[in-house]
């Protein structure tokens, strides 16, 4: 018995000690942004998919919380749940990298503080490096028909591979690296990409927070679309006519 639980565990642990290849890229002097080059990159070719709630491996590419805050395996809306399950809405069910960890997100960009700036670890240990070198690795031809063995759709069963099964999702899915099922990065966007998490992927911008001056203007923005509070009763919207008591500007909008 303990032989073979050894065996096991022994399996595992030389699984995830399997050097992945190394990282095709070109090491750019310059310092890169996340602001200036970076985001810019991510909203012109990943959030067409990685923006909504239920984005594939709830990977969210359109705020660097996101980015920090990594993927799941945990899909957000399934009809096979019996129990609830608690919302993992970017900035507002944790607020810390820490806490998302706790929640089960894993790192896309490796924050770890084990390689502080540039070093080739940081992207043989960052999942967006290899998924878009996997991308570069097999491009899909421009114009062509989507490759059958591609699923999309709602329906599409994501792997969403922690970094230790990344080879097999590789071996499995070669034509499945990112940008998922279109023609792949631009050159000088792949070489930005890997460049900032080459040097270290840091993240200049100041954190964002919730703060009381944010909404100061809510009010008063509420109360400029005119919206009506509560309801005017059916009657009155089929008419036309606003109900005595139901105008906006004699409601009270919190
Ligand atoms: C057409 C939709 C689409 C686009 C565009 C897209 N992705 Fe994805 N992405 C997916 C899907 C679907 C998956 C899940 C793949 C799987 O696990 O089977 C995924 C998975 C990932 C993962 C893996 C997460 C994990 O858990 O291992 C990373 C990292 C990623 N995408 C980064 C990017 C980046 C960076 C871009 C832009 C350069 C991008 N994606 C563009 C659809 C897309």
Request: include cysteine; proline fraction near 9%; glycine fraction near 6%.
């Amino acid at each position: 018995m303990m032989v073979s639980l050894l065996g096991l565990y022994g399996c595992q642990a030389f699984e995830s000690l399997q050097p992945l290849p190394p990282i095709p890229f070109e090491p750019s002097a310059k310092d890169i942004s996340y602001v200036r080059d970076v985001k810019p990159v991510l909203d012109r070719t990943c959030i067409a998919c990685h923006a909504c709630y239920d984005a594939p491996c709830q990977l969210k590419l359109t705020a660097a919380g996101g980015v920090t805050r990594g993927a799941s395996k945990d899909v957000v809306y399934t009809s096979a749940r019996l129990l609830n399950a608690s919302p993992t809405r970017l900035f507002i069910d944790a607020q810390t990298t820490a806490q998302w960890r706790e929640k089960g997100f894993f790192a896309v960009v490796d924050d770890s503080t084990d390689n502080p700036g540039r070093s080739i670890d940081n992207l043989n240990t960052s999942l967006i490096s290899q998924m878009i070198a996997l991308g570069r690795e097999q491009p899909l031809a421009p114009h062509s028909r989507v490759p059958e063995d591609i699923q999309l759709g709602l329906q599409r069963d994501n792997q969403c591979p922690k970094l230790s099964e990344f080879d097999r999702y590789a071996n499995e899915k070669p034509l499945q690296g990112m940008p998922l099922a279109i023609t792949g990065l631009a050159d000088k966007d792949y070489q930005t990409l890997q460049n900032w998490i080459w040097q270290g992927a840091v993240i200049d911008e100041p954190p964002w927070t919730r703060t009381a001056s944010r909404c100061s203007g809510c009010a008063s923005s509420m109360r400029a679309m005119r919206v009506p509070f509560p309801a005017p009763k059916r009657g009155a919207i089929l008419s036309g006519r606003p109900t005595a008591g139901t105008s906006p500007s004699s409601q009270p909008v919190s």
